[in-house]
């Protein structure tokens, strides 16, 4: 059912965790299966240099956090914006269609925190 990568993300899990004053956080739950996902990320030189998940949800829905995590790290922020559903599931080797879902959550939690990133920088400025 699930291929050997997403089992490898499901049994360690890579950037569990959450990152003190994060300069982006996006939530996202799917209500069907009541998953969870929270994504923090630390940006510097509009580089997105650290990515933390916490997950409450299925072993795709960890899966798929653990490796928009390792995906996102190095990235310009319109670089990360670009990381679609489909590239985090044939990143992870495939997930079954019935679990698509998951890595929807995945890139929707991230832009997300992209937005709140560009809110807090827009808030920022406008205070300057």
Do not use: W
């Amino acid at each position: 059912m699930y291929s050997e990568k997403v089992m490898e993300h499901f049994r360690n899990p890579h950037n569990v965790g959450e990152i003190k004053d994060a300069d982006g956080i996006g939530e996202v739950g799917n209500p069907v299966c009541g998953d969870i996902m929270k994504i923090y990320i630390r940006v510097k030189d509009n580089k997105i240099i650290d990515c933390k998940f916490k997950t409450f949800g299925c072993g795709a829905a960890i899966a798929t956090s653990s490796m928009i995590t390792e995906m996102v790290k190095g990235k310009e922020i319109g670089e990360a914006l670009k990381i679609s559903n489909k590239a985090v599931a044939e990143a992870l080797g495939g997930l079954p269609p019935i679990k698509m879902h998951c890595s929807n959550l995945a890139a929707d939690g991230l832009s997300k925190a992209i937005e709140d990133y560009k809110q807090k920088a827009r808030d920022k400025k406008e205070k300057q």
